[in-house]
Each structure stands twice: as C-alpha cells, then as structure tokens.
C-alpha cells in the first residue's frame, strides 16, 4: 500500500510536469476502499445473480516459490522466472465469472461498433465461436462384453458426445480422440476401473500431457503425440463401424466436448495424427487435390448422401443420425480468484457449514488485514490473518469462516469509467445521471495487448451491470483507438535488466517538458498501434525547434507580403485536421514549415499570435509564456481555436492534364479557373505538350481545373 500510494503521487507529478489537462477532481483510485466497496458490492450481486461461483480451473503452480504464479511469469522452457523450478499444471478451486454466458452477444455487439476492424476480429477469434453440430459415438468395451448393452437413467448406452464444425464428414470419421483432461479418462484410469489394457501407459502420458501449455499443445507444426485407449473402441454412428480411440494433447479439454470425430482425410492435424499411427484415411468430399482437403464440395463414400453440397448435407447427417446443431467457443469463463494479497478481498463467508454467503453491504468496504505473513507456505496469506477470521467470527458468529483470495486486478479496471464520471458519489458506484450525460465513453485509447484482456472484461462487466439494470448503456466505449508504445533507444521494449529505460523526469530536466510533450506527439500517428524507439537525436531536433519559437517574436513585422498569410491559412487547416486524425506529428510538421517561412519572410504580430494558439495544445507551458509576453493577460489555452478562410485555402494555380483523342501525353500547370481558350493557348505553348497538338482540331472538351482534350 506505501509502495502504490508513494507511486500515485510520483506519476501524479511527473503528469501534471508534462502540462497535461486531467480532470483531476475526477481521478479515483481503485485502490481506495471508497473505490473497492462498489467492486466487492457488485461483486455480491453477481454472485446473488449467478453469475460469480466457485469452480476449478488450471493454474501454473511453483513448488520452489509454493505459490501460484501468473502465465506472464513462466518462462519458455516451463520454468518460473523467479526460483527457476519447472512449473506444475494444477486443478484449484477457483471463484468464477460467466463471461461465457455473454459469448455470442461479446461477438455480435461488435458490429455496430466503430472500431478498427483487426481489433474487433482480435475479439471475435479469442472468443472463437464455431458452429457446428453435438454427435454421439456409442462405446464398445472389449474386456467386460456385458458393459455394452448397460444403459443410463434414460435408457441410453454408454457414449462419448463429440463436437464438429463439419458433420458433413462424418462418413470419413476413423477414430476418436479424447482430451488429457476429459472425464471419461480420468475415470477409465482411476483404480476402481478395469476398462483398459494400458491404464498404467495412459496414466504416463495423461501427466505429462496436462504440463504443456495450450499454445505448446495446438502449435500445427508440433510432432503429433497419443496413446491408443485399448480395451474400448468407438462405433462411427454412419458406418456402425468400430473405430479405435486415442487420447491425444493436441485436443483440448476446453474446445467443445473436449473429444473429437477424427477426420484425417479432411483435417491437417488428424492427416498428421493418422499418418504417423497408421490408421484409416477415408475421402468423404470429392476433389482432385491431394489429401488433406478442408474445402467444402459434394460428398462421396458416404451412402445415401453422396453428390449433395456439404451445406446441405450438413443439416441431413446432423438430423438424420440425431445430433444436435450447437456452437462452442473458445473463451472460458474468467478465473478471477488469486492467492495473493495485495487485490480486493472476495466479500465472500462461510457459514460452519461450508456454504459461501456475500458480505452485506452495511459491512463493506471488506478490506484487507495487516497482520499477514507473506512467507509462502502454498496457502493465500489472508488464510494466515488472526485479524481477519477474528472479524468475521465478531461480526457473523462462531465458527464462521472468511474468504482468503483476493480478485484478479483486471476486476479493478473493468469498471473504472463508470467511476470516473461519477467519482464523489456515496450512494451509487455512478448515478444514473451521470451516466446518462458521460456514457458511453466517445474515444477510448489503450495499449493493443488489452485487445484481449481489458477489453473484453470491461465490455463482459458493462452488459452484466446492464442486466441488473445499474448502467445505462450495454457498451462501454463508443470508439477505440490501439496506441503503440515507446522503445528503447535499442528498439527493444524499455526494461531495467536491459539498461534502455528513459526516464522522462531526467529528460524534462535536461531539455524541458514542452520538448519531451512534442516528441511525444512527433514520434509517429498516434492511433496506428505502431512502436516507436526513443532517438536522442529527434528529441534535441524538437528542442532547438522551441528554442526558434521563443526567438520567433523578433520577426514580427508591421506589414509583410500575402505569401505568409495564406501559409498561416493552410497551417490552421492543416494542424486541425491532422489533431482531429491523430496525427499529430504532421501537424507539428506543419508548424515547423511556417515558423521555417516566417523567419525568413516575417509575420506580422497578430499572425504571431495566432502561431502561438496552434503552438499552445504541444508546448503549453512554452506558448503561455510567450502569450504573455506579447502582451496578452488571459490565458492563451483559453482562446478560440483559430479558423481557417477556405478562400485562402485553394490554390493560385492548379494542374491539368492534356489529352489528345482521349489519351493523356502531359500536364500544364494554369491559373485556376483560366477560361477553355487560356489554358488551349497554355498548352499550345508548352514545349513537351504543345508538338503534340499538331494538326486539325475537330473538338476541345475542357473540364475546368481538370483535364483539357484535344480531338485532331
């Protein structure tokens, strides 16, 4: 807590240096239990609502720190960046949001949005909506014959439910594969089971499969991996075949059913997977390509659908061998519980008899104990606060018992908009009112590695809050806009073990905050989501350019020709248009060209001061000095923005192309709005165009300020 507040209060300084016009009256800190009460209150209503649970989920545990570390803190070789021990895939109970719930209307609310379409399309593929079909594989257990004909609750037989993007394809499924992690595995190995020949060998590979990672487990160029599952097989509900099963990495538990119809005749990784173990490659779409084929066609060695459309055959197989049109996605719900303790306290108790009850409101903020050992022991540290189980038992009874996680802090920021607006209010995390006159957001700016994360998450908690029907709108942002970030002088991203961090309070010190702001803004467009390295030289380059402006004044004269005035003209369009885009660096361009133009032609003082007000939103502190200087006593960033004349904006002369019977040979250039004679005598006259108009003239077709053509 020191750490953090002593650091608020340092970038608080280090912004306010930079001349930047916060709203500093609105800033909250989701630090502050004023703050984190409303998190943990709404957090009670989605647990009320069902939307917060407790569940399990895969986290990466460090038996060297006894501790669970974050994904961004395991290296690439599977080990923990901190203690170096190789990190363990555990299986922990975790609190839940169902952001899952809010999948299809996370995809298709984006199309209204106006954002930048990779943005959106970085959304809709880590939601990863597949439509497709739920089919039914029956089992056939070779060592205990009887099991067969065993049948369920509702009369069915024992069977493994699978999910395909293409039950168009059915007809070429050879065999089945499970995920490590499905549950029919788990209980086909555990001890009470005797349904395999090699349960000891699908043990070995079930353990190490469950230690890779997702993206190490998917890599397409990645060997295959599998253990057959002797002793069962499956039965392909077209062909009534018996087809073996396997338990393979490459399928996730996650996607789907967690099992898949293999299809390798129509599917790259199982082409790979039936290659390398030797099993039954059937062709179901016609083509002359070789295999695998994932296209779409008509179909073949498939009974009574051949020769119809994949489309269409798609609807028939699905009916007609009783599967079920579904759609699976690839976003899970979000694990927000940490065992850690700096993050807000999950508001939630336990009754003696172990059932969880939110934390009334009267009694939030729930905030956080000091007694606390932080030594890792492999539980939460809460778990170790006298204070906090004191507290609860004062409060709820004997033998009541507190929550020791704490939330994950993207919680902290799914929310913080709506705080911002409405930032003193002690009876609503955001009045309506507020709400109704600040949101959505209209431009929201961010780094592009939130495009999956914060993004997402805040969009979730804004249509959860819509539901309960405590915000006003279902969308959070209007507009988005992805900035890059500033490198290292190396190109590098800034890192301390690298030694290319910039520290922008020594540069303000060395070359003042209006040249550090500038180059900021000189670096390239801002929303192009592009990075940029930190050159010593383009930072001294946008400091001599202020130390020119601070000079500019002495060029200010009573009368100078139209020549500046109609640049001043062209700059105010210029900067304005470019400041509305973004792009601020041609807009500082454009300044740099006339302040160029204006010590050597002169200006005069009121075309001066206009200078300054295009100069003021990029050197602010430099510009009000000036202002002042010249004379003025309210504050130039209180003017009006000046305004270009769209007289003064076209130019004397335009260009014209020059055709002869249709076909361009030249360009002249002619006063604009010359007359049709004018601009034929001007290209008469012209030596490279002019020899190629010899010759009888039957027409003259002139487009004004355009093209002249000539018919010989």
């Keep these: 807590k020191e750490w953090t507040d002593a650091n608020v209060t340092y970038m608080t300084k280090q912004l306010r240096s930079m001349g930047n016009a916060f709203s500093w009256d609105h800033a909250a800190r989701s630090t502050d239990p004023e703050y984190f009460s409303w998190t943990q209150w709404m957090f009670t209503r989605f647990f009320e609502e069902g939307i917060a649970y407790r569940g399990t989920g895969i986290v990466n545990w460090c038996p060297g720190c006894n501790t669970v570390i974050a994904n961004e803190q395991v290296t690439s070789e599977g080990c923990c960046e901190r203690s170096g021990d190789q990190v363990e895939k555990r299986e922990m109970p975790q609190w839940m949001l169902r952001i899952t719930k809010y999948a299809d209307r996370l995809i298709d609310d984006l199309d209204a949005l106006p954002w930048p379409e990779h943005v959106k399309e970085a959304q809709r593929q880590w939601i990863g909506r597949s439509v497709g079909a739920k089919l039914s594989f029956e089992l056939r257990f070779e060592r205990h014959p009887e099991d067969n004909e065993r049948r369920g609750p509702h009369g069915e037989k024992a069977a493994i439910p699978v999910f395909t993007t293409r039950p168009d394809t059915l007809f070429g499924a050879t065999y089945l594969v499970l995920a490590p992690e499905h549950p029919w595995v788990t209980l086909a190995t555990d001890d009470a089971h005797d349904v395999l020949d090699n349960k000891d060998e699908v043990r070995t590979y079930v353990d190490e499969a469950r230690q890779r990672d997702e993206k190490e487990r998917t890599d397409a160029t990645k060997e295959k991996t599998g253990v057959e599952l002797k002793g069962v097989k499956a039965v392909n509900p077209a062909t009534g075949e018996e087809i073996p099963m396997y338990v393979a990495d490459y399928v996730l538990a996650g996607y789907g059913t967690g099992a898949i119809m293999a299809v390798p005749a129509h599917d790259e990784r199982d082409y790979a997977f039936a290659t390398k173990f030797g099993l039954l490659i059937r062709q179901v779409i016609d083509t002359d390509g070789e295999l695998p084929v994932t296209t779409a066609g008509k179909l073949i060695n498939s009974g009574e659908f051949d020769g119809i459309a994949s489309e269409e055959a798609k609807r028939a197989i699905v009916e007609r061998f009783g599967g079920e049109p579904t759609s699976t996605y690839r976003l899970r719900d979000w694990s927000i519980g940490r065992q850690r303790y700096w993050g807000v306290p999950v508001p939630i108790v336990y009754d003696p008899e172990g059932n969880p009850h939110s934390i009334p409101k009267e009694h939030l903020p729930w905030t956080l104990p000091t007694d606390v050992d932080f030594k890792p022991t492999g539980e939460p540290p809460l778990a170790k606060s006298v204070e906090l189980q004191e507290r609860t038992e004062r409060i709820f009874g004997p033998g009541w018992t507190p929550d020791v996680e704490t939330m994950d802090t993207f919680v902290d920021s799914s929310w913080y908009f709506l705080r911002y607006v409405d930032p003193h209010d002690s009876d609503s995390f955001s009045s309506k009112e507020a709400q109704r006159a600040w949101m959505p957001v209209d431009l929201y700016f961010g780094g592009a590695e939130h495009t999956t994360m914060h993004l997402l998450y805040s969009r979730f908690w804004q249509k959860a809050l819509y539901d309960l029907g405590l915000v006003t709108d279902q969308e959070p942002y209007t507009r988005r806009v992805n900035r890059g970030l500033v490198l290292g002088p190396d190109g590098a991203k800034m890192s301390k073990s690298k030694g290319n961090v910039i520290d922008p309070d020594r540069e303000v010190e060395r070359l003042g905050a209006d040249a550090v702001k500038m180059y900021l803004a000189f670096m390239g467009p801002y929303g192009d989501g592009a990075n940029y390295p930190w050159d010593m030289g383009g930072i001294a380059g946008l400091r001599r350019f202020l ?13 100078v020709g139209d020549d500046i005035a109609v640049l001043l003209n062209r700059t105010i369009a210029k900067v304005t248009g470019d400041i509305d885009a973004y792009k601020f660096n041609t807009a500082i361009s454009a300044l740099m060209i006339f302040q160029n133009a204006a010590e050597k032609d002169g200006l005069t ?56 019977n249709g076909k361009t040979r030249g360009t002249i250039e002619v006063p604009r709005d010359a007359d049709e004679s004018a601009v034929l005598n001007a290209a008469l006259a012209d030596p490279l165009v002019g020899p190629k108009l010899a010759g009888e003239r039957k027409r003259v077709i002139y487009v004004a300020n355009k093209v002249l053509n000539v018919v010989l």
């Design 605 to 660: 003082d009121d075309e001066y001061c206009t200078f300054l007000r295009l100069l003021a939103p990029f050197a602010p502190h430099l510009s009000e000095e000036l202002w002042h200087e010249a004379g003025k006593t309210a504050s130039v960033h209180e003017e009006a923005w000046p305004t270009a004349d769209p007289a003064l904006l076209e130019e004397s002369t335009v260009t014209v192309a020059v055709q002869v």
């Design 547 to 559: 130390e020119r402006a601070n000079g500019l004044r002495a060029h200010v004269r009573t009368t």
